[in-house]
């Protein structure tokens, strides 16, 4: 059974960088088919896609946060991270790393998802 575990600072400044890291047990982000997603959820609003990286190592941002999103991945720590550039406290969300089939996914009931992880923008 994959377990995914998303780590990383709870409380970034504005304008700084966002890193999260998802450490990934019980499956490979290179050999499993799959593709290794990170989405969040910012206070009274839904689900947000904001990119994925697949197996194979092509990546894949939403159009909206493409400018400031990179995922990249560890395959000797089976980690993938999220790095967010340029954050205001409109990124304050939680944040949840996820493996499914699917490139785009928004629900919770589909693919396998981390505990996700508070993050708050504020000076």
């Known amino acids: 059974q994959v377990q995914l575990q998303e780590s990383g600072p709870g409380l970034v400044k504005p304008s700084q960088t966002l890193s999260l890291t998802c450490t990934v047990s019980?499956?490979?982000?290179?050999?499993?088919?799959?593709?290794w997603i990170w989405i969040r959820q910012p206070p009274g609003k839904g689900l947000e896609w904001m990119g994925a990286i697949a197996s194979s190592g092509s990546t894949y941002y939403s159009p909206s946060l493409k400018s400031r999103t990179s995922i990249s991945r560890d395959p000797s720590k089976n980690q993938f991270t999220l790095q967010l550039r340029s954050v205001t406290p409109e990124d304050t969300a939680v944040y949840y790393c996820?493996?499914?089939?699917?490139?785009?996914?928004?629900?919770?009931?589909?693919?396998?998802w981390g505990q996700g992880t508070q993050v708050t923008v504020s000076s």
């Open positions: 019980g499956g490979s982000i290179v050999s499993d088919y799959h593709y």
């Open positions: 996820a493996r499914a089939k699917e490139i785009i996914v928004t629900r919770m009931d589909v693919g396998d």
